[in-house]
């Protein structure tokens, strides 16, 4: 494979940048070229913010995978595609190259046809880091299914929830998943998930850990026999699926400012042709390299970094099952050191954290394969820049720090390894395609340099959100409402003298927990629902490793005295209704919340009491009871 779009200097950035900004179609339309359709689109783009309303690629046909496969057979066949490295350092890895790949998913391809699956259903993936999550990711593009895939650290209420909402009638998941020293349960927390599920009528159980499992008849049936079924078939091949550019190729779920999770669509042209330029252009991805994202498939790093930007670039792209404190702190850099990794995409959370345990870890390792390194997820401190960059990278690795979300589909702003500056901190200049702009409080613009303000974006690129799955009204209100003509990023940011930005973070309701978004009021309702708790208030604060932790402000009338029971049984609760994820930091049980007379609470004060800034609360007056706030500030965590 060669990139003849992959970007070489600053200057030729600005000039494609340029032209990006001046002739949107024209620009996507070329780039476009680069992939296999299986019938070129007839216009490049249709838009309004108003609906919304956007069209990448208007009438082509093409299928993702064969885009991901197909058309590397010939060059790249005998080439690695995915490889794995298990939880365990003393288990045998593997490695797929793209036949095998290729191979591997149109059969499971066939077991999902085999199973009664067909184009436009929704298919939910609850499973390890394993290669037969990708290659069942990759399955269901292949026959134009829907896949939604479901983090393991997610309870089975969220599951059941997704499920509901998706119309999901097809699971697919393992007995069981290794963590670390943990085995996770996934097919049992699956039953659970299915008490309020009837409507789904397949399960797939991969076998990983040999936990026993239920399996129940007539519903539930192992991977393994259906892929012997389909090898006794005959018929090895299973032709792609014609899609359209604009046919649903995913949904995710992720965390808003409401209690309620929404379902972010993604398609399938516009998806592909922005995951693989970013992917090119940010990494800076050479034939050959070996690429190392340490996200989770359940996220939409994984999604985008781990499966389908490199793989459509023909790359190797390592899937690690483990976790980077396991067996110890130095998991990371002995894959480095194994696979000889160049690229090292992973969240400043991660980095703090192995930071913590010193440079012992790193003794032995060689790092020196390395030649670009990634950050994501969240604002990463100059403290742990310069340790990565300094102990990582050994100050030969140009760092970049991507900016993006689960609904931007791939990376907006970002520098470019070694080809646009770094800055610490600074997520620095928008890709080609992106028009970052800055708005105030009453959605005027704020021009010049110099000034902070709310990131919007002015103009489609190719994966933006499409929908928000069965309720479009809600993609309208939460991301294309606010500021007319626009969409709303949710983050704050600063743009400094030079133009570079620096995202400041979450200013809605959303918090952003080790690199994981959680809304303020999920966490809320998972609260209330306890029995005892009569109404609760969660903010976030700043936490040395995880960026932000969760302080929860509850007001309890339980019958039992014993204050840290109540709170570990108040934790459980969240933890049985939205995940282990979603884990209170710190709950301080209150006797009242600060709210105004219209009883709307004053979230404001709460995070500054949280972020233990007590002298700086600002106008009380409008409360209705300023006293409360006396109490909660003595009894502080
Ligand atoms: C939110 C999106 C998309 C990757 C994983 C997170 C924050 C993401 C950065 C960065 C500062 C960042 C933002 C954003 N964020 N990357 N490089 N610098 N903040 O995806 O779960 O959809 O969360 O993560 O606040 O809005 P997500």
Redesign the pocket.
């Known amino acids: 494979m060669s990139y003849p779009y992959q970007i070489k200097s600053f200057e030729e950035y600005k000039s494609v940048y340029n032209k990006s900004v001046m002739d949107p179609e024209g620009f996507w339309g070329d780039i476009a070229g680069h992939f296999y359709w299986r019938k070129r689109w007839d216009k490049v783009l249709n838009w309004n913010f108003k609906d919304p309303k956007v069209e990448w690629f208007i009438g082509g046909r093409l299928n993702i995978t064969e885009n991901c496969l197909d058309r590397h057979l010939g060059s790249l066949g005998n080439k690695p595609a995915i490889i794995w490295e298990p939880n365990d350092p003393e288990e045998h890895h593997r490695i797929l190259t793209y036949r095998e790949l290729h191979t591997k998913v149109v059969q499971f391809a066939n077991v999902l046809k085999n199973n009664g699956v067909q184009k436009g259903d929704r298919v939910c993936l609850y499973m390890g880091m394993v290669p037969e999550l990708a290659i069942a990711v990759l399955a269901c593009a292949r026959i134009g299914a829907i896949h939604s895939v479901i983090f393991g650290g997610f309870s089975a209420q969220s599951i059941a929830d997704r499920l509901m909402d998706a119309q999901a009638e097809y699971v697919i998941t393992c007995d069981g998943a290794y963590r670390g020293n943990k085995e996770i349960p996934l097919k049992s927390v699956i039953d659970d998930a299915l008490v309020q599920c009837r409507f789904v009528k397949r399960v797939i159980v991969l076998t990983r850990t040999r936990t026993p499992v239920s399996m129940i008849k007539g519903r539930d049936v192992w991977w393994e026999d259906e892929i012997r079924k389909v090898e006794t078939m005959g018929n090895p091949d299973c032709p792609a699926e014609e899609m359209d550019s604009e046919d649903p190729l995913f949904i995710l779920y ?1 965390s808003g400012s409401t209690g309620k999770p929404k379902g972010v669509v993604h398609t399938c042209a516009g998806y592909m042709v922005y995951t693989n330029y970013t992917f090119v252009n940010t990494f800076q991805y050479q034939p050959g390299d070996i690429h190392f994202c340490t996200a989770d498939i359940g ?3 994984g999604h985008s970094y781990i499966v389908y930007g490199p793989l459509s670039a023909g790359a190797t792209t390592l899937l690690f099952e483990g976790i980077p404190t396991w067996p110890d702190a130095g998991r990371f850099w002995e894959v480095v050191d194994k696979y000889k990794v160049n690229v090292l995409y992973t969240a400043p959370t991660a980095i703090r954290s192995l930071m913590g345990f010193g440079l012992g870890p790193l003794q032995g390792k060689q790092l020196s394969s390395l030649k670009v390194l990634g ?5 990463i401190n100059e403290e742990a820049w310069h340790w990565y960059n300094e102990n990582i990278g050994k100050g030969r690795c140009p760092i970049v ?6 609904e931007t589909g791939g990376v907006l702003i970002s520098n470019m390894a070694g080809v646009t500056p770094a800055k610490p901190s600074y ?1 620095t200049l928008p890709m080609p395609g992106v028009q970052p702009v800055l708005v105030d409080e009453n959605g005027k613009e704020i021009t010049g340099n110099n000034v902070s303000g709310n990131l919007c974006i002015r103009f489609p690129w190719p994966s933006i959100i499409r929908t928000t799955y069965g309720d479009h009204e809600r993609c309208r209100t939460n991301y294309f409402s606010a500021y007319e003509n626009m969409y709303f ?3 704050g940011c600063y743009r400094d003298e030079e133009g570079y930005y620096r ?1 400041t ?2 200013v809605d309701d959303v918090l ?1 927990v080790s ?1 994981h ?1 959680i809304g303020t009021a999920e966490v809320e309702n998972a609260i209330n629902m306890h029995a005892g708790v009569v109404e609760s208030a969660v903010v976030g604060y700043p936490h040395d490793i995880k960026g932000q932790g969760i302080y929860c402000f509850v007001i309890f009338q339980g019958s039992h005295g014993d204050e840290n029971l109540n709170r570990q049984d108040i934790t459980q609760t969240v933890s049985r209704i939205i995940g282990p994820i979603a884990k209170p930091d710190k709950i301080q049980f209150v006797p009242g919340l600060p709210k105004t007379r219209s009883g709307k609470i004053m979230r404001r004060i709460l995070r500054k009491i949280a972020e233990g800034e007590m002298e700086n609360l600002g106008d009380t007056s409008t409360l209705l009871d300023p006293a409360v706030v006396d109490e909660i500030k003595k009894g502080k965590l």
């Open positions: 992720t996220w939409i790093t950050t994501v997820g969240e604002p720090d991507t900016w993006w979300q689960t997520a990023t949710g983050d995202i973070g979450r952003n690199g978004r």
